[in-house]
């Protein structure tokens, strides 16, 4: 599969459409500004939609879901806490399929309730989980240390060092990573304890 990242934006957003070469079926996910150049990718080449995925529900990851759904007519898949207006939900374990492609959804709670990583064909696409460097926030409603904590050692820690990642913003050094390179220099990803990573997140 071939990942079309484009930054939009003011607050340095990543929105992606992944595309299944084979057949050209492909996702968004995490529309919201700049969606013009959304459109001119998928018209440039050629793409049919099947689906529309966030990653979580927070505005900045949401706020062209209308436009794109009207646009490409894909329905919108959230993690099935989401509270958003949403056609599919999903939940740990379930894969989104297109074309040849699929990803498997990961819940990863912690920057928000609903958070959601997707992994596939060497890939994960992190959102506001994990960035290059650093970790999403646990200040906003429905953030939790504890339970980021748990997303990140218990989860995404155990996963091939090999994954290519794609965050949910362009915060770090550089505009994707490997969980291995993660493991090494993002401080996040340092083993501690439960309660020293509390402390850490404030």
Known sequence: MKVHQIQVGTMHNFSYIVEDEATRESIIIDPSWDLIELEMVIKKNNLKIKYIVNTHHHFDHTLGNDAMAEFTKAPIIQHESSELKHDISVNDGDFIEFGD??????????????????????????????????????????????????????VLYNLDENLVMYSGHNYGNSETSTLGQEKITNHVMQKCTEQQFVDMMG
């Open 101 to 154: 492609s699929k990803f498997k959804v990961l819940h990863t709670p912690g920057h928000s309730q609903d958070s959601i990583c997707l992994v596939g064909d060497g890939k994960i696409i992190s959102g506001d989980t994990l960035f290059v460097g650093n970790c999403g926030r646990i200040d906003l409603p429905g953030g939790s240390a504890k339970d980021l904590y748990h997303s990140i050692f218990d």
